[in-house]
């Protein structure tokens, strides 16, 4: 099963995308499931993972209403504030609908770069290993030690680190970003989207350009830990989803046809659907 295990749907209407401006012209538009509809059908991808876009609750109930209509659908990771002292309820709440698979809080715009260890976040993380659950952690490079240290003190805790941390592609920078993904990745709980990487990347990229990193990222986590995902629409302002995933085929072509499956859709079936009775 091919698997996109990273896309957004939204409407600027409702009013709670903080991050979207009209600038952003390639986005600054509704997304929805027709839209996406073809380009899945052209790279027989049959089920993708609906990730939260806005930090409202509000939203995580308008993507599961959508969900809830939408066969290819297979889950959707909402948000929740995890430092809100009901969030284990709320969590609750929304995980009494299965379709959820995680949460993600969006970490990467907390002003607060330690905010990942502040300890009342503890009661969030043990509820989302209690409802078997998975954590998509949002964060960039300066965010790695910190989630290091959540990694060691939540064992139980899935980590999916989203669009590979999210590395400076641009400015060709490997450190310290390599050497914090490959302690990362030797903590068992910790797996890493193949995702994003072309928005951090140069508006003229090359596949060049994005191999060193991909490399990295197949050498820490290995084929069997790593999920390929489009982060669609957010790609069209760096080449677009066909190319974003000729890209990837291109990347991977040194992998076994059993190891192209699983980063392609097999690690994704597991990590969201399959280990949490989703399958």
Same mark, same amino acid.
């Given at each position: 099963?091919?698997?996109?295990?990273?896309?957004?749907?939204?409407?600027?209407?409702?009013?709670?995308?903080f991050?979207m401006?009209?600038?952003?012209?390639?986005?600054?538009?509704?997304?929805?499931?027709?839209?996406?509809?073809?380009?899945?059908?052209?790279?027989?991808?049959?089920?993708?993972?609906?990730?939260?876009?806005?930090p409202?609750?509000?939203?995580?109930?308008f993507?599961?209403?959508?969900a809830e209509?939408?066969?290819?659908?297979?889950?959707?990771?909402?948000? @929740?504030?995890?430092?809100d $002292?009901?969030?284990? &309820?709320v969590?609750? +709440?929304?995980?009494?609908?299965? =379709?959820?698979? #995680?949460?993600?809080?969006?970490?990467q715009?907390?002003?607060?770069?330690?905010?990942?260890?502040?300890?009342?976040?503890?009661a969030?993380?043990?509820?989302?290993?209690?409802?078997?659950?998975?954590?998509?952690?949002?964060v960039?490079?300066?965010?790695?030690?910190?989630?290091?240290?959540?990694?060691?003190?939540?064992?139980?805790?899935?980590?999916?680190?989203?669009?590979?941390?999210?590395?400076?592609?641009?400015d060709?920078?490997?450190?310290?970003?390599?050497?914090?993904?490959?302690?990362?990745?030797?903590?068992?709980?910790?797996?890493?989207?193949?995702?994003?990487?072309?928005?951090?990347?140069?508006?003229?990229?090359? @596949?060049?350009?994005?191999? $060193?990193?991909?490399? &990295?990222?197949l050498? +820490?986590?290995?084929?069997?830990? =790593?999920l390929? #995902?489009?982060?669609?629409?957010?790609?069209?302002?760096s080449?677009?989803?066909?190319?974003?995933?000729?890209?990837?085929?291109?990347?991977?072509?040194s992998?076994?046809?059993?190891?192209?499956?699983?980063?392609?859709?097999?690690?994704?079936?597991?990590?969201?659907?399959?280990?949490?009775?989703?399958?």
């Amino acid at each position: 099963m091919l698997i996109d295990s990273h896309q957004h749907f939204w409407r600027v209407d409702r009013g709670d995308y903080f991050w979207m401006s009209p600038e952003l012209v390639p986005l600054y538009r509704d997304y929805g499931p027709d839209d996406l509809r073809p380009l899945l059908s052209h790279h027989g991808i049959e089920r993708t993972i609906l990730v939260q876009a806005a930090p409202t609750v509000a939203e995580t109930e308008f993507m599961l209403r959508i969900a809830e209509t939408t066969p290819f659908v297979a889950g959707v990771v909402g948000w @929740v504030e995890f430092t809100d $002292p009901a969030a284990p &309820h709320v969590m609750r +709440s929304l995980a009494a609908n299965s =379709l959820i698979v #995680g949460f993600r809080p969006m970490v990467q715009d907390i002003p607060d770069d330690a905010w990942l260890v502040r300890p009342e976040l503890a009661a969030a993380f043990h509820t989302v290993v209690e409802r078997r659950l998975v954590f998509d952690a949002l964060v960039l490079p300066r965010h790695l030690s910190h989630l290091l240290i959540v990694a060691d003190r939540h064992p139980d805790l899935t980590i999916v680190v989203d669009h590979g941390a999210k590395p400076l592609i641009r400015d060709g920078a490997l450190d310290p970003w390599r050497s914090d993904m490959a302690a990362l990745s030797a903590r068992p709980n910790t797996v890493c989207k193949l995702s994003g990487l072309v928005t951090e990347a140069r508006p003229d990229w090359t @596949v060049d350009d994005l191999r $060193p990193y991909v490399e &990295h990222l197949l050498d +820490s986590f290995g084929p069997q830990r =790593l999920l390929w #995902g489009s982060d669609w629409p957010v790609v069209n302002l760096s080449g677009g989803y066909d190319r974003w995933r000729a890209t990837t085929l291109e990347l991977l072509e040194s992998l076994s046809e059993a190891e192209q499956a699983a980063v392609l859709g097999g690690n994704a079936a597991r990590i969201y659907l399959s280990e949490r009775g989703r399958l």
